[in-house]
């Protein structure tokens, strides 16, 4: 129902709210339809697209979630740098079944912005690409990198 006057909507009882969790959302999606496509890979030409179904997204996910939880301990942050790539989905969902923070970083951020967010998100590791719309995030976070002592790995996605 919406209050005459303002900007907000006055919640409904009936509506049950379920928590949950990112990973346990995964698992219970993997459980209820392995078979069916959970992520398809947007480029153009449609013989190239790869595809997950939620079984084989959840396993590659468990398996990020290993490799992060050696690297990494309970609720520290990792931060993603790219634009919309598959690897982005495997490295949020496996942060989340590692317990561990994903931190968004806009590719298309420009130094001092991401040396804010960097900093600011205590990110002890970064994923990311290498290049985006013809700028260098490589060079970017090779100089950044000594303004943040926090930030232990940096891990290319094509690695």
């Known amino acids: 129902m919406l209050i005459e006057g303002l900007a907000q909507w006055v919640p409904e009882d009936d509506e049950q709210i379920e928590e949950q969790t990112v990973g346990g959302l995964l698992r219970w999606a993997a459980a209820q339809a392995p078979d069916e496509?959970?992520?398809?890979?947007?480029?153009?030409?449609?013989?190239?697209?790869?595809?997950?179904?939620f079984a084989a997204l959840l396993a590659e996910s468990e398996q990020v979630a290993r490799a992060l939880a050696g690297r990494f301990g309970p609720g520290e942050r990792v931060a993603a740098w790219a634009n919309n790539i598959p690897e982005w989905v495997l490295l949020?969902?496996?942060?989340?079944?590692?317990?561990?923070?994903?931190?968004?970083?806009?590719?298309?951020?420009?130094?001092?912005?991401?040396?804010?967010?960097?900093?600011?998100?205590?990110?002890?590791?970064?994923?990311?690409?290498r290049d985006y719309r013809g700028v260098s995030l490589e060079s970017m976070i090779g100089a950044l990198r000594p303004e943040l002592p926090g930030l232990r790995e940096v891990v290319y996605f094509d690695q």
Request: net charge positive.
């Open 37 to 53: 496509v959970a992520l398809v890979a947007g480029v153009p030409d449609p013989a190239a697209r790869r595809r997950w179904t």
């Open 92 to 129: 949020e969902f496996g942060a989340a079944l590692a317990g561990l923070t994903l931190v968004t970083v806009n590719p298309a951020l420009r130094q001092a912005e991401a040396r804010h967010v960097l900093a600011d998100s205590q990110a002890a590791g970064l994923f990311l690409i």
